[in-house]
Nanobody
Framework: QVQLVESGGGLVQAGGSLRLSCAAS????????MGWFRQAPGKERAFVAS????????YYAQSVKGRFTISRDNARNTVYLQMASLEPEDTAVYSC????????????????????WGQGTQVTVSS
């Protein structure tokens, strides 16, 4: 089992920045690929970004490419999502998730690849 706890959400004005954190505990976190997803009210959960177990490969949704950066610190068992140039359309609950290393690249954009999920943190961007 891997337990995931997100933090760092909040209210920010359009154009602002936030950094989300996802702290992992339990089974060896560094053996998992990690992803961030988001779900806006009335919408389906959507992929945001993923990072390979060793941090060497990242993958982003087109809507956030160039604005968001995913990273990880395996020594701290933490994955981050740095968000810049935020837009009201970025308002959502953001959740991190862990996937086994049998998946890679664009396949990590699919939610069913992930075995463990956090509870999520709310991000609200005001116009």
């Amino acid at each position: 089992q891997v337990q995931l706890v997100e933090s760092g959400g909040g209210l920010v004005q359009a154009g602002g920045s936030l950094r989300l954190s996802c702290a992992a505990s339990g089974r060896t976190y560094s053996y998992y690929n990690m992803g961030w997803f988001r779900q806006a009210p009335g919408k389906e959960r959507a992929f945001v970004a993923s990072i390979s177990w060793n941090g060497a490969n990242t993958y982003y949704a087109q809507s956030v490419k160039g604005r968001f950066t995913i990273s990880r610190d395996n020594a701290r068992n933490t994955v981050y999502l740095q968000m810049a140039s935020l837009e009201p359309e970025d308002t959502a609950v953001y959740s991190c998730a862990a996937a086994g290393t049998r998946y890679s690249g664009s396949s990590l954009s699919q939610a069913d690849r992930y075995d463990y999920w956090g509870q999520g943190t709310q991000v609200t961007v005001s116009s």
